[in-house]
Structures are given as C-alpha cells and as structure tokens.
C-alpha cells in the first residue's frame, strides 16, 4: 500500500525551539509539498521540491525551511518556533510526468507552548 | 492565496440524498481536483477533471467543470453516513509551477443516518 508517512502525528514545541517535521513517501514521487491548514484559511502551501535538493517557496514560507537530501525524504524546519506556527501541517507528494492526485500523509498537529 | 472558492461552507443531508458542492475560481486551469478529508486527518485524492473535459464519473462521483464560468460541481449520489467529511476542491493553474495546486477552504459535509 503505498504511502506518504509523517513522522509524528502530535507535537508539542515551545517557543524559540527548532522543530523539524520530517515526511517519507515510498512512491518513487518526484514532487513533494508542505501545507499547513487552518481553521477557517484552508490549506497554504509553504514550500515544495521537484527535486533532490531543489525547493521552491509557496505562499507562506516566512519562518520555515525545508531540507531534502534524498528523493523520498521531505523534512519541514521551523528555525524558532513561535505561537502562531501552531497549527496541522500536511506533506503531499506526486508525480512529475502527468497531472495526478496529490498523496497526503495523515498530518502533524503541532501545539507551540 | 486562494483559488478556488466552495460553496457552501457546510451543508447537512439525510442518508440515501444526494449531495452537491460547487467551487468557483479565478484564472485559468490546467485541470481541477476534488479531495476528501476526515475529521483531523490528511486529504485523499478523489477526481481529477482537465479543463478540456467536462464532466467525469467515478462511483457515486460525478464532477462537472465549465471553464466559460471558471466553476465545478461535486456530486455525490445516495450519500452515505461514512460520506461526511470536508470536501475541497484544487486547481493546477497554467503557467504555474509543475502541477502545484491551490486549495480551496472546503466544504463541510454531514451525512445524517
């Protein structure tokens, strides 16, 4: 059954922590994607890769990085935590060659103290 | 920013009726998606309809998309309690980046026993 799988599935930081959101897809996707999701905005893109080492900013990307190292790896980084970066963060990948759904993992809530 | 617009925010059936969500947006398409999302979970891909197509079947699923009125229609027939969900709709705009989509804020669906 293939999959996008996020590392934690609840998370609890405190402010001015970094805080690394990792992503691992088994699907051979070239692109992968960060959202966060919040009540009443829906879903903003943060970053996104098409590549090995390749990103790209989204929407919202201030106060965020992301890494990725290996194809199947997406890692979301938030340098100094803050109160409103509390929030579901979703990772999605999908292939590069043809238009095709996104696959999501189930999300990270993530609580900023 | 936000492309795609549903309508209506929420909307509350009896099992056994259909269910009908719409989705307006402002510029052009390369295609449009419909996902699925149970309560504090991730997204799941339901339909994708290119913008030369007009309608699309899958199950209990019918997508209608007119790109004279940049709108689509969900259509979900003799509903289900397992169909409550939030449904969103996503476009992949031309000329954007490969098939990076924009997510709409999403329609709330409850499915009465």
């Known amino acids: 059954d293939v999959k996008v799988t996020q590392s934690s599935r609840y998370l609890v930081k405190r402010t001015g922590e970094k805080v690394f959101l990792e992503c691992v897809q088994d699907?051979?996707?070239?692109?992968m994607f960060w959202y966060r999701q919040d009540p009443g905005l829906g879903l903003r893109l943060i970053y996104f890769?098409?590549?090995?080492?390749?990103?790209e900013k989204g929407d919202i990307p201030e106060g965020y990085s992301v890494s990725r190292e290996k194809k199947e790896r997406f890692s979301l980084i938030l340098e100094s935590a803050s109160t409103n970066q509390t929030s579901m963060y979703l990772c999605?990948?999908?292939?590069?060659?043809?238009?095709?759904?996104?696959?999501f993992g189930s999300g990270t809530r993530l609580t900023v103290v | 920013s936000q492309q795609g617009e549903e309508d209506p925010q929420a909307l509350s059936i009896q099992e056994g009726e259909n269910a009908t969500m719409n989705c307006s947006y402002k510029t052009s398409i390369n295609n449009l998606q419909w996902y699925r999302q149970n309560s504090g979970r991730g997204l799941v891909h339901l339909i994708l309809i290119r913008s030369n197509e007009r309608e699309k079947h899958s199950g209990r699923l019918r997508v209608t998309l007119d790109t004279s009125k940049k709108s689509s229609s969900l259509l979900i027939t003799a509903s289900r309690a397992a169909d409550t969900a939030s449904y969103f709709c996503a476009t992949e705009n031309s000329g954007g980046s490969n098939y990076k989509l924009t997510f709409g804020k999403g329609t709330l669906l409850t499915v009465n026993p």
């Open positions: 699907m051979d996707h070239e692109n």
């Open positions: 999605a990948s999908s292939l590069a060659e043809l238009p095709s759904g996104y696959t």
């Open positions: 890769s098409y590549d090995v080492k390749m990103k």
